[in-house]
């Protein structure tokens, strides 16, 4: 009876486990984490490349969610965010899950509630709505671009990873979306270069 009841205190005693997060990136006095990364590729609709290393890919997606967080600091005064902009992301996002349950499960995953969720893209939503609003670019995104993206790099990536792939007619909405969000950055490099550059970004995860 006493050994069960120390071995009940020595328990009660032992220190609470905490899990520390890794910073990938500090931006200014933000943090951005790891998990943020794990989040990005689960929930946006983002691609790996053939040829990109696991790194390699981890770090461009690093380098998009700075973009998103530089992006949110300089303008998030002069934009209000409605209902239709979050949607206008929500809608790619619940489609790559399959349903808004799937999505739900998804966050369960990660902790989030709804409002957690709509924290973390809030900073992606205002981003893409500087870019529509503010240049108003309309790139357009042929089909054959999408087809063949489907083919040389999707396709071929589901199998590589050895994941379940869904057909052309529902990969084209999130793959042009892809693409036209690839071709807008390229015309706007210059002017995220130069905003860049009042900002002091430390990329953590690229030392290492």
């Given at each position: 009876m006493?050994s069960?009841?120390?071995l009940?205190?020595?328990?009660?005693?032992q220190?609470s486990?905490?899990?520390?997060?890794?910073?990938a990136?500090?931006?200014?006095?933000?943090i951005?984490?790891?998990?943020?990364?794990d989040k990005s590729?689960s929930?946006?609709?983002?691609f790996k490349?053939n040829?990109?290393s696991?790194?390699s890919f981890?770090?461009?997606?690093?380098?998009d969610?700075?973009n998103?967080?530089?992006?949110y600091?300089?303008?998030k005064?002069?934009f209000?965010?409605t209902?239709?902009?979050y949607e206008?992301?929500q809608?790619?996002?619940i489609n790559k899950?399959?349903?808004?349950?799937?999505?739900?499960?998804l966050?369960?995953?990660f902790d989030?509630?709804?409002?957690d969720?709509?924290?973390?893209?809030?900073?992606?939503v205002l981003?893409e709505?500087?870019l529509?609003?503010?240049?108003?670019i309309?790139?357009k995104i042929?089909?054959?671009?999408?087809?063949t993206?489907?083919?040389?790099d999707y396709?071929?990536?589901?199998?590589?990873?050895?994941?379940k792939?869904n057909s052309?007619?529902?990969m084209?909405?999130?793959?042009?979306?892809?693409?036209?969000?690839v071709?807008?950055?390229?015309?706007?490099s210059g002017?995220?270069?130069?905003?860049?550059s009042?900002y002091?970004?430390?990329?953590?995860?690229?030392?290492e």
């Open positions: 006493f069960k009841i120390l009940y205190l020595l328990i009660l005693l220190p486990t905490i899990i520390i997060d890794k910073i990136a500090i931006v200014n006095n933000e951005i984490t790891m998990t943020d990364i590729i929930l946006f609709p983002v490349r040829e990109e696991p790194k981890y770090n461009r997606l690093l380098q969610l700075i998103y967080k530089i992006i600091l300089e303008y005064d002069d209000i965010l209902e239709e902009d206008e992301l809608t790619p996002i899950q399959g349903s808004l349950n799937q999505l739900m499960t966050l369960k995953k989030m509630n709804w409002k969720f709509k924290n973390f893209i809030k900073e992606k981003y709505k500087v529509k609003d503010k240049f108003q309309n790139i042929s089909f054959k671009e999408i087809e993206f489907y083919y040389k396709l071929l990536l589901q199998k590589k990873l050895n994941l792939s052309l007619i529902e084209t909405t999130l793959i042009e979306k892809h693409l036209r969000k071709k807008t950055e390229k015309k706007l002017w995220l270069k130069e905003i860049k009042s002091k970004i430390e990329n953590i995860f690229l030392k």
